[in-house]
């Protein structure tokens, strides 16, 4: 960590000031020059507070060099992790599809595309019993009878299930899901993320629509300084000035998280795209740039789903876009799971 | 609203989704031309879902004509909103100065503040007892505690105190907390609104770091939908591509809610600017914008803050402010509370 | 084209407005519903112009339905455009590799360079003479010398030459380059758009910062209104939020831009990443979504370059991605050129 | 200029790179770390090339301490800067009101226009002649016709006339122009910038739609290093996501601007707004942010505008905004020019 100091700093107050950082552990390094005088911290400075460097009225500006993620940061854990869910190692070397409709509707619509998405070889089932809508006039869910659905599915399909939570209250209810999710708009709800911590569920934690990269690994971070170490990203599309598509797929942060961290890294490009037809192109480019899995809407009659219909694909595409998944995940030198 | 058809959709087809509509109140105007057919829905559309409508395969394209929100929406409330805050009334006429502390650091810090923010004329006073912040190793707010401080404080100063509720499980804590305030990275916590929307409290709503003013209308809409009418509406800067400012005030955003809404809106420069000297020039213009009122950070020893400490005005900083603010509030012809 | 009528629009002005818009040659469909009234503007609506549209003050909103380019519109011209660079025919089906340095600072660089990636598979040399630089203080180029030696170092290799243009006061020296570069900050010059739409040259127009894909369209569109056909598309990285990389390549703009034109577009993964290490997987990136081609910088020397020697590779490293990007493009069965 | 290197640079090549950057006139502070090893450049770096040290393999990352910027910069140059527009001083302490039409569309329109604005107070006329127009079909401006006729309203109402130029080859025509625009899509025409730099003209330099603050302040570096002092900066509003505005007024811009720079800067409330009834409270928020001006769009019949019609104030309308302005400007002691 750098600290730059006002031009005309008064010798008295930057000898207090660096007497302070040193009381938090780490050393200085001092340099002194014509127009700035530069602090440079030295050793473990994930605890020093920007903010109260900033607050202070002889320093100019504070940069970090090193990250302010520890247990998510690849330099302290060089080999990639690998998570596993209901048996199947998510991370590295294999390649996860998780497919489901956006909510699940009836059983028997969840039957129907269940059992579609793992004939065409999907190795994970979504669907959402508690649903974040933008607007309260939107159907919200079936809640606790979806979860008892989503539970039937498994059954019948053998697939692992991944659902969304909402509120760290819903703990109990999703005891025996296999993957909890925690969808963007709840990235940074730390009280949430705190709870999640104390659980040892697979977490799949979705990247808020205007997140950094650093500040998805900082809520990564919330959930392994808890003890939970099953954490899976998920880039699923960021909010720019483009008219054209509902997301902006950043298909850099694969790349990006994948030097960084050593957590898996998924691509939702379903909620990336919101229209069904650029699911396949997209769904193209995360395997090349080298994600570790997919997460794609399927709905056995999309034209009537009760949610997100427009990006939904009916089994006959999915089933589709297996092929060319398969394909492209061997291309790779990578295992489907 | 509406739906533009694609080139060639079938007669039969289109017959049966023009059914479909109808059979959810509304009526449609049908015109057919030789590039597009366009259906006019009319008649009350809030309940008809935009993603239902484009998953059709014969649906080019849906475009809402009225606004998808109704209680918050000044053309069914055409007289402004006041919400009256321990005997307080918020809204266009009145200009509200909430100040104190990002977080609650200590008895003897938060008295000094409040006695201090009293004396310059603020007129409610904010401090954090439960903060949600980017690192879990940031200070988290000393929580009950915290919010025994508060309640202390406002004994000896007699200002309503506002403070940021983290989840619905501290609902009954807050109870005798005089405005709730629900923060940025909570705007889309649907759970958390829908339980907030059965209260009576006063509720200040921030607006998310990439939320549009629609979005933040919509979160409005849930609070208002479960009966609480007392909502007060928020701009504390967007996130954009320029790096000198942490967060850029979006100024529009005032007379942008003041014409599609009839709540109060008010400005939060501190967060917005991220640096203290920037407070003083986005106050004013806040004032010239229409809003109704500032939310301040204020410390007592900014430098030494446990958060923030880069934004908060020391005492004198926020009594020089106030008589800047109390000049312009005349100008505007509105009343400091 | 949709017009939105205000509520309460007196009949007699809507009737005149309704006259205006027949004489620019297209029908209106009318429809009046309770809170609102629609007109269907049906026909060739490419020089309705709708700011003329809202600026009368009883309408409420315009949309349009068509879009507003013609020529570039692949609903007019469903076949894809292959554009003939010196022999080489750029569009679907092949595959283009422009490479070089990211200016030209001697005949020594730049013919070492050239032969390097002549002989790992480049099929286009590019090489900035004219460098726009943000800095009034960098390096400028070489200007006329440095199009001397990339005509030189076109007569080693024999590989085709694209450099960038600066004014349209240049075209005259740039007679004989074989595809003429227009550099983001230049995509909005509408007079050298105009002067280039009356040359025969390929264009190789990248797309702005913050320029939507519709705005790229546009700017193609005044190249081809001159008559000028030949026009290759370049996504470069747009600008967002997000700090780890210098620009976010906007991966969706592949797809999207072959849905709605005919023209080729092409990446440029170096400026998109600003960082060596991340040219590789966009590289991969950009052919999975259907990349035309690509556009990456090479040095002889990095770290000497005199512009953006962090983006580029080295001949090696150059010749490691080509490797990699051959059996890429046989994989989707494309053709490298 | 801060450069951080990788944790395992070997010695002789740290030695190596510390001797060149020593020959280009800076000292440099070594601190090695354990983590990481630091150089602190000290002198002027405004010459050091931030990429050739990215490039270095070595480097990990480098950080600007001091601006890119020195002509431009307040901390070389502490006076504001006024700039003598026909006779007229803009800049710090008085206020400069540019009123006109979007575009020069006929004598009658820009005498009636012009005469109206005189009287209401505007202090110089606005009038584009060259209109950089996104689409090819769209009204591009009466050209040389409309330097006429902009001559002969300055001679008749006796106001600076400012009018925008589209590539330098236009110099000439431009003579006797008293300021020069620079609109927001040729921000970063680095040709332009030079040619203007020679010249001795007031410049009114508008911000591209994502330029950042450092980069429109570079941009004035070029006219300023090529001799000509007399540049005044506009803000005209930034993209971001919010669809509720054309625009997003980035009103921070005016205390960042004032604060880095000595340079006169003014408001652009037409373009920022998109929409004519925002004109007047983001007029009001200009005059609260310090803004040294405003430029508005002014139109005898806007709903017949050929340009911008939506954005355009009538006369009645204008006046009633300048008798705002005028208490506003006499409420921050200003001299309205």
């Known amino acids: ?53 900033r607050a202070s009225d002889i320093v100019a ?41 956006c909510s699940v509707e009836s059983e028997a619509q969840l039957l129907e595309v269940a059992t579609a998405v793992k004939a065409s070889g999907a190795t994970c089932l979504r669907g959402g019993a508690f649903k974040p809508r933008t607007s309260p006039y939107s159907f919200q869910g079936l809640e606790n009878e979806g979860l008892k659905l989503l539970r039937e599915a498994r059954r019948v399909t053998g697939l692992p299930i991944v659902t969304e939570i909402m509120s760290e209250t ?25 709870e999640l911590g104390h659980s040892k569920k697979p977490i799949l934690l979705k990247r808020g629509l205007s997140s950094t990269i650093e500040e998805l690994l900082m809520s990564a971070e919330y959930i392994l300084a808890g003890g939970n170490e099953n954490v899976i990203l998920c880039e699923r599309g960021i909010r720019t000035f ?63 789903a009760l949610c997100d219909g427009a990006q939904s694909l009916n089994p006959q595409q999915f089933d589709h876009l297996m092929q060319d998944v398969r394909r492209r995940v061997a291309f790779e030198e990578k295992t489907l799971l």
């Open 242 to 304: 483009e008219k054209m598509i509902r997301n902006n797929l950043d298909i850099s942060a694969v790349p990006v998280i994948k030097q960084k961290s050593h957590l898996p890294v998924i691509i939702d490009p379903s909620h990336a795209a919101g229209i069904a037809w650029m699911v396949e192109p997209l769904s193209r480019t995360a395997i090349a740039a080298g994600a570790d899995g997919l997460m794609i809407e399927v709905h056995n009659n999309p034209k009537a």
């Open 170 to 194: 819903q703990l109990d209810d999703f005891a025996d899901v296999d993957i909890i999710q925690v969808g963007a708009r709840n990235m940074q709800n730390f009280r949430l993320l705190k």
């Open 61 to 101: 500006d504070v940069r970090r060099v090193s990250e302010p993620y520890k247990l998510a940061n690849r330099r302290f854990h060089p080999q990639d992790s690998h998570i596993d869910a209901a048996g199947r190692l998510i991370g590295e070397g294999t390649f996860t599809v998780i497919a489901g409709p």
């Open 1 to 53: 960590m750098i600290v730059i100091l006002k031009p005309r700093a008064e010798e008295a107050r930057v000898n207090a000031l660096m007497e302070q950082i040193k009381q938090q552990g780490v050393d200085i390094h001092f340099s002194r020059g014509t127009q700035e005088t530069i602090l440079g911290l030295v050793g473990d400075t994930t605890h020093v507070d920007e903010d109260w460097l």
